[in-house]
């Protein structure tokens, strides 16, 4: 029997991440700790036994580096890799390049919170969670789940808010669900998937 496998990783941290700037498409590279970080994730994975099919990711660096360094320590660098912006971090729209903590200091604490973390407000000309959800999920739906119930098992590395958008529909979490689930860097989340597509088991790979 397949097993349903799907591995959700964020990214390792990334230069703006260690900046504290929103960072959204921007295309900023990992750090040395974010290369430590993914090098990890791998080495987790390897230890969990686990061995792909297929692999999904962003167009951003962070994410495209994150898995390259992944399938390395797999020794699966010849996984096949389909890249779509579907995954993309949610695009910060103007606040991409601020510093987190001025953005609070200039329009205080309430908001800044409400732009990133809830459901539904776009923060100024970017993408509400509920955006980032309605071009990652069809993605998902059409292009990486069709896969996994077939039997493929499946690596996804992409950024915090897309997969908290993934997240959210898998776990089935409500908008203040979601609003308090924060993902760590370069941490793999291994999802069991049942043939109807809800989740029959997580492990989450922390610590
Ligand atoms: O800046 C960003 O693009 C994201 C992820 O680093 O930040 P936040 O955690 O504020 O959504």
């Known amino acids: 029997m397949s097993e349903r496998l799907l591995v959700l990783v964020r990214h390792g941290q990334s230069e ?3 900046k504290n700037l929103f960072t959204g498409w921007k295309d900023p590279d990992l750090t040395e700790l974010g290369v430590k970080e993914a090098t990890e994730a791998g080495r987790k994975l ?3 036994g686990l061995v792909f099919d297929v692999a999904y990711t962003s167009v951003l660096t962070r994410a495209q580096h ?3 360094l992944i399938l390395g320590e797999l020794g699966q660098k010849g996984l096949p890799i389909s890249k779509n912006l579907a995954l ?7 606040l991409s390049g601020l510093n987190k903590d001025d953005a609070r200091k ?3 604490e309430e908001q800044v919170l409400i732009w990133r973390r809830s459901y539904d407000v776009p923060p ?5 969670l509920k955006d980032t959800l309605a ?3 069809p993605y998902y739906v059409q ?5 996994v119930l077939n039997g493929k098992r499946t690596l996804v590395a992409a950024h915090g808010n897309s997969l908290r958008a993934l997240i959210m529909v898998l776990e089935k979490l409500s908008p203040e669900g979601i609003l308090k689930r924060e993902l760590a860097t370069g941490v793999p989340i291994i999802y069991r998937l049942n043939a109807d597509s809800t989740v029959a088991s997580k492990l989450d790979l922390a610590g």
């Open 66 to 68: 994150t898995l390259d």
């Open 135 to 137: 071009r990652a999920l």
């Open 46 to 48: 390897k230890a969990q």
């Open 124 to 128: 100024p000309g970017g993408e509400s």
């Open 106 to 108: 200039k329009w205080g």
């Open 143 to 147: 292009e990486i789940l069709p896969g």
């Open 88 to 94: 993309n971090e949610r695009d910060y729209g103007d």
């Open 16 to 18: 703006w991440n260690l």
